[in-house]
Nanobody, 126 residues
């Protein structure tokens, strides 16, 4: 079993920055990837960014490339999402998810993740 807890959300003005954290506990052998998803009101949950357990792979959705950076600290079992140049369309509940991907290119598929956090709200508004 893996437990995930997100933190760091809040209200920020357009152009501002936030850093989200995802703290993992439990069996780290149960997954090889952690991915950030987000879900805006009335929209489907979408993948935002991914990092492999080995740090070998990272990837980003086109909508956040160049603005968001994912990283991890294995000594703290934590994954971070640095979000810069935030836009109103980034407003959503952000979730971290852990799963065992058979192939890194499958990172965007929600069904590939067995463990989810409770989410943290990010609101970008003036």
């Amino acid at each position: 079993q893996v437990q995930l807890v997100e933190s760091g959300g809040g209200l920020v003005q357009p152009g501002g920055s936030l850093r989200l954290s995802c703290s993992a506990s439990g069996s780290t052998l149960d997954y090889n990837a952690i991915t950030w998803f987000r879900q805006a009101p009335g929209k489907e949950r979408e993948a935002v960014s991914y990092i492999s357990s080995s740090d070998t792979y990272t990837d980003y959705a086109d909508s956040v490339k160049g603005r968001f950076t994912i990283s991890r600290d294995n000594t703290k079992n934590s994954v971070y999402l640095q979000m810069n140049s935030l836009k109103p369309e980034d407003t959503a509940v952000y979730y971290c998810a852990a799963g065992r991907l058979p192939d890194p290119y499958m990172w965007m598929g929600r069904l590939n993740y067995d463990y989810w956090g409770q989410g943290t709200q990010v609101t970008v508004s003036s």
